[in-house]
C-alpha cells in the first residue's frame, strides 16, 4: 500500500522569510497529490493540488513541486506570515477516492 | 454553502463506554468520508460512503466501530465499546467526487480514559 512520510514534524521560520515543507510517497502510481492546512481545533484544510502530469503549480504565495522521479512533493509558502502557523500535511491518491496522508509538519512563524 | 458539520466536537468517555459521533456533509455530495489522527501521527483513512452505499471500509480498524449513513445523508460513526487507544481526533469529509476536492468538517475529539 501507500505510504507518506515528512521529513520534519516542526519547521520554525521567521516571519517574511520562505517556507519549505517536503514529503515523500512511496507508491509511483499515484497521481493526484494535496497539501492541506491544519490549524488548531480545526478540521484540514485545502490549500493547493497538483496531478501527476505536472512537476510545479503555483497559487497565491504557495508553490507546490512534485518530482516523480525520486517520489517527492514540497510545499513552498513565500513571505511566511504569524497567520501561516498550522500544522500541514501532505495526501496522496492512487486513483481511487481514499487520501493517504502524511504525518504532518508544524510550521512555527517567528516574529 | 453550509459546511461540513461534526458533532460533539469534544467527548471523553470510559473505556468499555459507547459513543456514537455525528456528520452533516454538505448537502448534494454523494461521498462522505470518515478518518482519524491518532495523536501526533498521521490522518488516516477510516471508510467512504457513495451515497448510503459503503463504498471502501478497509481503513475500519475492527468490528467495534460501526458507520451507518441511512438515507445518504448523515452520518454517524459508533464505538462500543470505546477502548483507550480510540483516543484521537475523528474527521469527517464530503466531496461530489475526488476530482472536485474534499471539505473536512472540524472534528471530534474522542479521549477515552
Known amino acids: 500500500g501507500e505510504s507518506v512520510g515528512l521529513h520534519l514534524p516542526t519547521l520554525s521560520v521567521q516571519e517574511g522569510d520562505n517556507s519549505i515543507i517536503n514529503c515523500a510517497y512511496s507508491?509511483?502510481?499515484?497521481?493526484?497529490f494535496i497539501w492541506y492546512k491544519q490549524e488548531s481545533g480545526k478540521g484540514p484544510q485545502f490549500i493547493i493540488d497538483i496531478r501527476s502530469n505536472m512537476d510545479k503549480r503555483q497559487g497565491q504565495r504557495v508553490t507546490v513541486l512534485l518530482n516523480k522521479t525520486v517520489k517527492h512533493l514540497s510545499l513552498q509558502i513565500a513571505a511566511t506570515q504569524p497567520g501561516d502557523s498550522a500544522v500541514y500535511f501532505c495526501?496522496?491518491?492512487?486513483?481511487?477516492?481514499?487520501?493517504?496522508f502524511g504525518t504532518g509538519t508544524q510550521l512555527k512563524v517567528e516574529l | 454553502e453550509a459546511g461540513v458539520t461534526q458533532f460533539p466536537s469534544h467527548s471523553v468517555i470510559e473505556k468499555g463506554q459507547t459513543v456514537t459521533l455525528r456528520c452533516d456533509p454538505i448537502?448534494?455530495?454523494?461521498?462522505l468520508y470518515w478518518y482519524r489522527r491518532v495523536m501526533g501521527k498521521e490522518i488516516k483513512f477510516l471508510l467512504h460512503f457513495v451515497k448510503e452505499s459503503k463504498q471502501d471500509e478497509s481503513g475500519m480498524p475492527n468490528n467495534r466501530f460501526l458507520a451507518e449513513r441511512t438515507g445518504g445523508t448523515y452520518s454517524t460513526l459508533k464505538v462500543q465499546p470505546a477502548e483507550l487507544e480510540d483516543s484521537g481526533v475523528y474527521f469527517c469529509?464530503?466531496?461530489?467526487?475526488?476530482?472536485?476536492?474534499?471539505?473536512f468538517g472540524s472534528g471530534t475529539r474522542l479521549t477515552v480514559v
Open positions: 469529509a464530503s466531496s461530489q467526487g475526488l476530482q472536485y476536492g474534499y471539505t
Open positions: 448537502s448534494g455530495h454523494d461521498n
Open positions: 495526501a496522496v491518491t492512487g486513483g481511487g477516492n481514499k487520501l493517504t
Open positions: 507508491n509511483s502510481a499515484s497521481d493526484y
